[in-house]
């Protein structure tokens, strides 16, 4: 691996790793107010006296081990809980148009102030996605029954909580992770299991028990 990539590398793995799980990584803590020297400088100066003092191998050692059980194991979804109260409510995802969109060829295709339903442009789109917690036995069978009805070209199974590889080894299917809330989020889901698929040129979204 070469200087500068080992730089970025140790840079990332002090953001994705957690409090609990950083360690004691000395002066690797600082903050840097504005006007200080480059970050990657420091860590490069940081790495040289690992690497002089014998520390980098394990630094190297700690840091795929975090990648590779954030990755096993995503950060759950926070404020979610299985389904106790079902409910079914439609989603609008039109969006207004925030400035003239035009062609190359200069021709306004999107006014600003245009309300558009990308629905509307997406007569095929059919995707169902399936929300699950990985963790519970009952929701992930329910999870995998409804992506085998719906047949994997068109499902998704998305876990909120769980090991996404794991599950994925263990049953030969394709397995997403809701990453940051940002599927749930978007939706309002609030409780688990969840399916959402196309209603019309709205999107249906259904809160089911497993």
């Known amino acids: 691996m070469g200087f500068r990539k080992m730089a970025l590398a140790l840079c990332a793995a ?3 790793a957690s409090p609990a799980a ?3 990584l000395g002066t690797m803590g600082n903050t840097f107010p504005i006007g200080e020297r480059d970050i990657l400088d420091y860590i490069a100066a940081q790495i040289a ?3 002089a003092s014998g520390k980098l191998p394990a630094m190297q050692r700690e840091f795929t081990e975090r990648v590779k059980k954030r990755v096993e194991r995503p950060k759950p979804v926070e404020g979610l ?19 003239d969109y035009r062609h190359p060829d200069g021709r306004v295709f999107a006014h600003a102030g245009d ?14 996605m399936i929300l699950v917690n990985g ?6 069978a329910f999870g995998l029954k409804k992506l085998k009805q719906v047949g994997v070209q068109r499902g998704r199974l998305i876990l909120t909580n769980g090991a996404p ?20 989020g978007h939706f309002g889901v609030r409780q688990v299991p969840a399916v959402i698929e196309r209603d019309g040129l ?7 028990r497993p």
């Open 14 to 16: 002090t953001m994705i």
């Open 165 to 184: 590889l794991e599950l994925m080894r263990k049953n030969k299917v394709q397995i997403y992770f809701d990453q940051e809330g940002r599927i749930t």
């Open 135 to 140: 963790d519970d036995p009952a929701q992930v």
């Open 202 to 208: 709205r999107m249906r979204i259904s809160e089911v």
């Open 22 to 24: 950083a360690g004691d």
């Open 49 to 51: 006296k690992a690497k």
């Open 81 to 99: 809980r299985t389904t106790e109260a079902p409910r079914s409510w439609l989603f609008d995802p039109s969006i207004t148009v925030p400035q």
């Open 115 to 128: 309300r558009i339903n990308p629905l509307e442009r997406m007569p095929g789109f059919d995707r169902v």
